[in-house]
């Protein structure tokens, strides 16, 4: 095995239990504890646990061990009284594993709140045992007291937990911020695990929904995927010296995964989702929702209750899409070239033809996933005869909801001399559409345009970051829009060098929207060449929405409850119990020798 090079500085702060001597001590007495209780999982303490109110004889500095059946918990978290009053909202304060490794507590606690894992079972008896350490200073002396306190508690029967085959289990709290209900929303977390316990993850992983005032449980339809592993273990073989290195590895081997759910969540609350795991004889279950995929990729079609889109088959770009309500009139492009809905990342470096994604026969790199949460196509590679630019278009599919998410990036590999530089292209059918709308910052309002008699070659412009553009039909009531989510300009070896970046829409035999990047083709003298720099990245994610038209003289103005929600998607927050494999101690390489700055550290005044 590779053995440890001293080279690179190693620093571990050791926490030493101070309880080790606990029955030795003299100074022992009782703890005041004012309530003890099991609980249920909620906002503030998103998973099975006991809580402790203690109260003790002044404000101190402490060191608490608590135990259950006599055996330590890893999992105990320290507040202050006032820390956690809301059991309705994720609490602001956590101390992990390496806050209690690294450094030492100055905080004075009079009445504080001990909080620990504890996954117990309906009925069932734990014997809680609570030790405190009194210390009249941040590091321990022979002149600390110590309080200890035992009660065993009956765990509550009223409402069932999970089945306890399965062995672990994961917090996630959803938080909704802009005052709209949820209702199976997506939600997508990416998890860590230890290998022993991930060997079936896409088998036995269940997702659960906490009723906040029953502490019902309801399994809710989830998807795993994207699953990576790292199995090498650290190398903690002695030197050649026979000297050891170091007690404790700096990794430890890990699986991780994407979780996918959908959830529900009601306006301006949060609640706690259970996503349980480990358990070998978990049986694979199906999902049923209302998500379709169909066909061969590229080409593939995707349904839900709202829509049915179809992929082109040459490129796998947006070629068609039906809202189900209208399903007499389909919208589409088939006019120029590859006939394609989404057209771009774009370049145009002549002598060379003007390149766009959407003429990719096929793409390089095709990928997809098909599942009942979230269903994805992928496609990647280098511009048709531009082996200077590398792109990318992907795009997510959901059940039950009337847009879809598209992410788009093009890197540039080499120095190129261009005339056009684009992105976000959404074209169709000129007859399809009869106005455009768009949310102007400059002027602070929505602008309408009458599209069906703009003069052809006449360019609508509108600034780069433009919250949302729809075109519309009078006509036939159907709108399509484009709700910016992110917009990003990179560079490496250089920063970006755009000419006058914007978005705008031009009519001809089509209509369309693109952002203009660096677009001297249409500018006041188009034969312009402006160079795209080696190292430079440009991404941008969208949401495209179909929708009914409303009525009144704001036909676009269902735009604006998905751009609410869309912009404003549940805030999540990832609770994990602490393993007991993980160490006390925390290890850190530095790249150069010197000061960590926790040499003699006594820690804040409080």
């Known amino acids: 095995m ?39 999982p909620c906002p503030a303490i998103p998973f099975y646990h006991f809580i402790a109110e203690l109260e003790l004889p002044e404000a101190s500095i402490i060191e608490v061990e608590t135990l259950v059946n006599d055996k330590p918990q890893r999992f105990t978290d320290l507040h202050k009284e006032h820390e956690i009053t ?34 117990w079972q309906p009925g069932e008896e734990y014997k809680i045992t609570i030790k405190v350490r009194v210390k009249k200073k941040i590091h321990a002396s022979k002149d600390d007291s110590f309080l200890t306190y035992t009660k065993t508690l009956t765990a509550p029967t009223g409402t069932a937990v999970f089945d306890k085959e399965w062995k672990n289990y994961k917090s996630v709290v959803l938080s909704e911020t802009a005052g709209l209900d949820r209702v199976a929303e997506p939600v997508e977390v990416l998890l860590p695990f230890y290998p022993d316990e991930a060997v079936h993850l896409k088998r036995d992983i269940r997702v659960v929904a906490v009723d906040p005032v029953s502490y019902e449980l309801t399994e809710v339809p ?106 007499q009139s389909p919208l589409y492009h088939r006019m120029e070239t590859n006939g394609a809905i989404h057209w771009n990342p774009g370049v145009y470096a002549p002598p060379r033809p003007w390149t766009h994604t959407a003429d990719w026969k096929p793409p390089t790199n095709v990928k997809f996933m098909s599942g009942p949460v979230i269903s994805t196509a992928e496609m990647w590679g280098n511009l048709r005869e531009l082996p200077e630019v590398d792109a990318s278009v992907r795009y997510e599919f959901f059940p039950g909801v009337p847009y879809f998410i598209a992410s788009t990036s093009m890197r540039i590999n080499k120095r190129l001399d261009c005339i056009a530089l684009r992105n976000g292209e959404i074209v169709f059918k000129r007859e399809l559409m009869t106005h455009a709308a768009w949310y102007d910052v400059v002027t602070d309002s929505v602008i309408v345009y009458n599209v069906a008699e703009m003069p052809d070659l006449a360019d609508l412009f509108m600034e780069a970051d433009v919250p949302w553009i729809t075109f519309y039909n009078e006509k036939t009531g159907i709108g399509f829009c484009g709700i910016q989510l992110n917009y990003s300009n990179a560079g490496l070896e250089s920063r970006p060098r755009l000419l006058n970046p914007y978005m705008y829409i031009t009519a001809g035999p089509w209509i369309y929207w693109a952002r203009a990047l660096s677009l001297s083709f249409l500018a006041s003298n188009m034969q312009q060449v402006i160079p795209a720099m080696e190292g430079n990245f440009f991404s941008e994610k969208w949401a495209y929405l179909t929708y009914e038209t409303a009525k009144g003289d704001k036909p676009f103005s269902p735009i604006f409850y998905w751009q609410k929600r869309l912009k404003n998607p549940l805030r999540i927050r990832l609770v994990e119990e602490v393993d007991q494999r993980v160490s006390k101690t925390v290890n850190e390489i530095f790249i150069d020798k010197g000061k960590s700055g926790w040499e003699n550290r006594e820690s804040s005044n409080h």
């Open 222 to 327: 989830c998807q795993v995927y994207d699953e990576k592993k790292y199995m090498k273990e650290d190398d903690l073989d002695p030197d050649e010296n026979g000297k050891p290195t170091r007690e404790i590895p700096y990794w430890m081997p890990t699986v991780t995964t994407r979780v996918a759910f959908l959830a529900d969540v009601p306006a301006k609350t949060s609640k706690v989702f259970l996503i349980y795991y480990n358990n070998e004889n978990a049986l694979a279950k199906m999902y049923e929702t209302d998500l379709r995929v169909q066909g061969e990729a590229p080409g593939l079609r995707i349904d839900n209750n709202k829509f049915s889109i179809v992929l082109h088959p040459n490129s796998g770009h947006l070629d068609q899409i039906t809202l189900k309500s209208k399903a």
């Open 86 to 119: 809301d059991m309705s909202r994720p609490p602001l304060s956590h101390r992990p594993p390496s806050g209690y490794g690294l450094s030492q507590d100055g905080t004075l606690y009079k009445n504080p709140h001990i909080v620990g894992w504890l996954k």
């Open 2 to 40: 590779k053995k440890y090079t001293p080279i690179i500085l190693s620093i571990a702060f050791l926490f030493i239990s101070s309880f080790a001597v606990f029955a030795k001590e003299d100074k022992s007495g009782d703890l005041k504890v004012n309530k003890i209780e099991l609980g249920y």
